[in-house]
């Protein structure tokens, strides 16, 4: 390393520390920020949609492909991930439930699209949708569960969903806690 090197990053250090010489560190939060994760490359939605779940604006565009055992979980990203586990363990009461047993895909998308903006005209903060585990479908797997739960989180007004416990269906279904309304 020459000579001149060493005096341009003294040179640079310095400017360095005289530009963040009045900066102070945010403070501590409780809040865990994900690394480079990123959210589903879902469209911005228009400011009336982002209020209302319409059916129209819930897609079958499946993000995430899942095993028939395995248990669904999400969180919308911004969000603590202590707020999925109190879910989880029941923190808050479910104040209303809708089963789509027998429902088929657009009759399913169509009743849980105006469930959800039904629990939130009436302020509910959890709720449970019984989508079944498909032990009477065709190949004995459950037709609506990953699709419910792409609905679910294409929707502004849910902040994150996990199965259900075992006595509040299991597999078969799951809690949705919704954003607080004022």
Request: proline share 4%; net charge neutral.
């Amino acid at each position: 390393m020459a000579k001149n090197d060493s005096v341009v990053n003294e040179d640079e250090m310095s400017l360095f520390q005289a530009a963040m010489s009045d900066v102070a560190p945010l403070p501590a939060s409780d809040k865990i920020v994900s690394g480079g994760i990123k959210a589903s490359p879902f469209p911005r939605k228009k400011k009336y949609q982002e209020t209302e779940t319409s059916e129209e604006a819930l897609t079958d565009y499946v993000s995430i492909e899942m095993e028939a055992g395995d248990e669904w979980a999400f969180v919308r990203p911004g969000m603590s991930h202590q707020t999925l586990r109190r879910l989880r363990r029941g923190h808050w009461r479910i104040q209303d439930d809708l089963d789509l047993h027998g429902y088929v895909r657009d009759e399913a998308r169509q009743a849980l699209s105006g469930f959800l903006d039904d629990c939130v005209q009436q302020k509910f903060r959890c709720v449970r949708v019984i989508h079944g585990k498909g032990l009477s479908s065709k190949n004995r797997e459950p037709v609506l569960k990953t699709r419910v739960g792409n609905w679910l989180m294409q929707c502004a007004d849910v902040l994150a969903f996990c199965q259900a416990k075992p006595e509040d269906g299991g597999g078969g279904a799951i809690l949705i806690l919704l954003k607080a309304k004022a």
